[in-house]
């Protein structure tokens, strides 16, 4: 059986360029590049037919021809979908170990207790990957949608409410405290969507459609630097193909095309 070796050097991902130009995951019995006495390589959750680990490299690999390494998200775009999934997957279990290095209760240091788990050879203490859970929500008034520019924004491109979900709270009543604490509005109608794991670094989205139901825009400025209702005709720059941001704008642009 086949090894995918996910090779990172901070968020950054070694890809294998084919000989056609498009790019793949190396594969092979052994790593294709040198093993550090101190690096830790992570078995993660394999293929149907093929296994798949995954570690980080101090220094990026250059200057091969075979060889390139690529940020996480613009991979997206040169990777397969299953690779692309699965490469997150292993950068957010990399986050993880990097993080959990040191028990949060004695302070002693954890060690792998299984793949996906670690343990305080100390106090007993166990770990496991953690999951921040947010929503994103696409908001409906007629033939238009409330579109938002936050503050940690790049590019200039609108995006969707959205937030995390705090303790003791469903993932509507997220939506609908989100909504309100960012812009003012009541919305009715909230409806599930789909999900999208998000490892940067290490995050749930569920996406929603919600109604308008009444108020006026006022926007928390400490989040949003910009927002308004936009029809299909006069949409601003828009988020990019990899987000579940952009795959409910393009559900409601599919459904006003059908409509």
Request: hydrophobic share 35%; net charge negative; aromatic share 12%.
């Given at each position: 059986?086949?090894?995918?070796?996910?090779?990172?050097?901070?968020?950054?991902?070694?890809?294998?360029?084919?000989?056609?130009?498009?790019?793949?995951?190396?594969?092979?019995?052994?790593?294709?590049?040198?093993?550090?006495?101190?690096?830790?390589?992570?078995?993660?959750?394999?293929?149907?037919?093929?296994?798949?680990?995954?570690?980080?490299?101090?220094?990026?690999?250059?200057?091969?021809?075979?060889?390139?390494?690529?940020?996480?998200?613009?991979?997206?775009?040169?990777?397969?979908?299953?690779?692309?999934?699965?490469?997150?997957?292993?950068?957010?279990?990399?986050?993880w170990d990097q993080?959990?290095?040191?028990?949060?209760?004695?302070?002693?240091?954890?060690?792998?207790?299984?793949?996906?788990?670690?343990?305080?050879?100390?106090?007993?203490?166990?770990?496991?990957?953690?999951?921040?859970?947010?929503?994103?929500?696409?908001?409906?008034?007629?033939?238009?949608?409330?579109?938002?520019?936050?503050?940690?924004?790049?590019?200039?491109?609108?995006?969707?409410?959205?937030?995390?979900?705090?303790?003791?709270?469903?993932?509507?009543?997220?939506?609908?405290?989100?909504?309100?604490?960012?812009?003012?509005?009541?919305?009715?109608?909230i409806r599930y969507?789909?999900?999208?794991?998000?490892?940067?670094?290490?995050?749930?989205?569920?996406?929603?459609?919600?109604?308008?139901?009444?108020?006026?825009?006022?926007?928390?400025?400490?989040?949003?630097?910009?927002?308004?209702?936009?029809?299909?005709?006069?949409?601003?720059?828009?988020?990019?193909?990899?987000?579940?941001?952009?795959?409910?704008?393009?559900?409601?642009?599919?459904?006003?095309?059908?409509?």
């Amino acid at each position: 059986m086949q090894t995918y070796w996910f090779i990172f050097c901070k968020t950054d991902l070694l890809l294998e360029k084919l000989p056609d130009g498009s790019y793949t995951i190396p594969t092979g019995e052994e790593p294709p590049v040198e093993i550090k006495p101190w690096t830790t390589i992570h078995n993660i959750s394999p293929f149907e037919d093929a296994l798949v680990k995954t570690f980080r490299i101090d220094s990026p690999v250059t200057d091969h021809p075979a060889f390139e390494m690529c940020g996480l998200r613009a991979s997206y775009y040169r990777l397969p979908k299953h690779l692309y999934l699965k490469a997150g997957k292993c950068q957010e279990i990399l986050y993880w170990d990097q993080n959990t290095q040191f028990c949060g209760v004695c302070g002693a240091p954890m060690h792998k207790n299984t793949d996906i788990s670690k343990r305080c050879d100390n106090c007993g203490k166990e770990v496991w990957p953690q999951l921040a859970t947010a929503v994103i929500v696409l908001i409906h008034r007629g033939d238009e949608v409330l579109l938002v520019h936050a503050n940690n924004f790049r590019s200039d491109f609108y995006g969707l409410v959205a937030g995390f979900v705090e303790t003791g709270e469903t993932l509507e009543q997220a939506v609908e405290r989100e909504v309100m604490e960012e812009t003012g509005i009541r919305i009715r109608n909230i409806r599930y969507f789909g999900s999208q794991p998000w490892p940067y670094p290490c995050g749930l989205m569920v996406g929603f459609h919600a109604d308008y139901e009444e108020g006026e825009i006022h926007l928390q400025r400490s989040e949003l630097s910009a927002g308004d209702w936009f029809r299909k005709e006069h949409l601003p720059h828009i988020p990019e193909k990899l987000s579940i941001a952009r795959m409910l704008i393009d559900d409601w642009l599919e459904s006003e095309e059908k409509g």
